[in-house]
C-alpha cells in the first residue's frame, strides 16, 4: 500500500519540475551593439553584448539571480527572460514572472552591489547584532559596584 503512494508522490514530483523549452527572444540593437539573452541554465537572468561591427563578444549583464538549491530538480526554478526592449541607455529584461529588470548598457557583471557583496554583509550585521545581544545580557549580569564610574 505504501509504496504505491510513495511512487505516485515521486512521479508527481519528477512532473511537477519538467517544463517546456525556454522562450526563444530576439535580441535588440543599440547602436553598433546587439544584446541578446540566450536563456539555458548557465546563463539564468543573464544578457550578452556583442559588437556586430567585429563580432566579438564584450560582456555579460546580469540582470536578476535566481537561487537554485542542490536538491531542487535543476529545471525547477528557470525564470527565464521573455522579452528585450530599449529604452535610451537602458535595457528593460522582462521575465516570466512578469517582472521588469533595469539594466544600464555597458553594465557588467561588476554593476550595483554583488550577490557576494550583499551577503558579507548581511553576514557582519548579524555577527554585530549577536555581539550587541551578548554585551547587553554580560552588562545585565555584572555587579552593581563594578558598573560604569559615575
Known sequence: MLLPISLLLAASLTLHAKRTEPPIVS?????????????????????????LVSDTHMETIQAYRVLVLPWDPPDAKWICITKLTANGDEILVHDELGRVHQVRCGEALRGGIGFVPKLLIVVVALFGVIGLISLVRKRRNLPASIGPLN
Not at 535588440?28 to 556583442?50: F, H, M, P, Q
Open 27 to 51: 535580441p535588440i540593437r543599440i547602436g553598433n551593439l546587439e544584446y541578446r539573452a540566450t536563456n539555458s541554465l548557465d546563463r539564468i537572468g543573464k544578457v550578452e553584448c556583442w559588437n
